[in-house]
C-alpha cells in the first residue's frame, strides 16, 4: 500500500507539491591541481514537498555534522543522499526560486515499494 499517494494530496492542500529538478550525482573529476569537483548528470524534472524537520528528523541527523540551512524534502522515484564511507556525493535539486539544495541524508526510502523517500536536503546557496 502507497500511504504517500493517500497523504500527499492532502497534505497539498496546506504545503502544494512543487515541480523542481533534480540533477544525479555522478561521482567527481580530478582537476589538474588533484582537487576535486562534483560531477552532476542532467537536470530532471520532478515534483517535491519541501517541509520543516521534525523533531525525529533532528533526533536522527544529530552528530552528523550537518550545518547550515536543512529542510525535509520529499519526492517521488529513487533518488541519493551522500554516502560519505562510499565517496558519493549527494543529488541536486534546485527549485524555482533558484535555490540549489542537496540532498545529505536519507530518512525514508520507499522508492523499491512506492516510489518515494524522504530527505534531509541543505541549502548550497540561493534564498
Not at 500527499?8 to 555522478?26: F, K, Y
Not at 567527481?28 to 537536470?43: E, K
Not at 558519493?88 to 526510502?109: A, I, K, R
Request: net charge negative; charged share 15%; hydrophobic share 40%.
Amino acid at each position: 500500500m502507497n500511504l504517500h499517494n493517500i497523504a500527499g494530496p492532502i497534505v497539498a492542500a496546506v504545503n502544494p507539491w512543487i515541480t523542481a529538478s533534480i540533477q544525479p550525482s555522478q561521482g567527481y573529476t580530478t582537476n589538474g591541481d588533484g582537487s576535486r569537483a562534483p560531477a552532476y548528470g542532467d537536470a530532471i524534472p520532478m515534483q517535491v514537498q519541501m517541509q520543516p524537520l521534525q523533531y525525529r528528523d533532528l533526533v536522527q541527523i544529530d552528530g552528523l555534522n550537518i550545518g547550515g540551512k536543512r529542510r525535509a524534502m520529499y519526492a517521488n522515484g529513487e533518488w541519493d543522499a551522500v554516502v560519505r564511507s562510499q565517496q558519493e556525493g549527494g543529488d541536486l535539486v534546485t527549485l524555482p526560486d533558484g535555490s540549489v539544495w542537496l540532498l545529505v541524508f536519507q530518512f525514508e526510502d520507499w522508492s523499491s515499494t512506492s516510489q518515494w523517500s524522504k530527505f534531509c536536503v541543505t541549502l548550497q546557496n540561493g534564498s
